[in-house]
Nanobody
Framework: QVQLVESGGGLVQAGGSLRLSCAVS????????MAWFRQAPGKEREFVARINWNGGSTVVADSVKGRFTISRDRIQNMLYLQMNSLKPEDTAVYYC????????????????WGQGTQVTVSS
């Protein structure tokens, strides 16, 4: 189990950039998959991007590919989402999530979630 706290959300104009941060604490392990999800009003939560904590391999959703970059700092225990060329449709609450690699192999589900941070993109 780990604790996740997101920050960095806010209001930005279309075409602008934001960097979201997720502080990771608690009982940590290097064998984790970390991810970003988002949920817009009236819509279901959707996957944005994920990264392997150790190897750094990434998967990014088609909807944000080429605009968003997921990264991590293993020394400072931080997860990041760099968001460029933001569009109004990117407006959502963004959540970071984590799961041990063995748990993901078993269920494909994330066991740990942050509280979310609001991103609003104005047109």
């Amino acid at each position: 189990q780990v604790q996740l706290v997101e920050s960095g959300g806010g209001l930005v104009q279309a075409g602008g950039s934001l960097r979201l941060s997720c502080a990771v604490s608690g009982r940590t392990s290097s064998d984790y998959i970390m991810a970003w999800f988002r949920q817009a009003p009236g819509k279901e939560r959707e996957f944005v991007a994920r990264i392997n904590w150790n190897g750094g391999s990434t998967v990014v959703a088609d909807s944000v590919k080429g605009r968003f970059t997921i990264s991590r700092d293993r020394i400072q225990n931080m997860l990041y989402l760099q968001m460029n060329s933001l569009k109004p449709e990117d407006t959502a609450v963004y959540y970071c999530a984590a799961v041990h690699t063995s748990g993901y192999a078993q269920s494909g589900q994330y066991d740990n979630w942050g509280q979310g941070t609001q991103v609003t993109v104005s047109s």
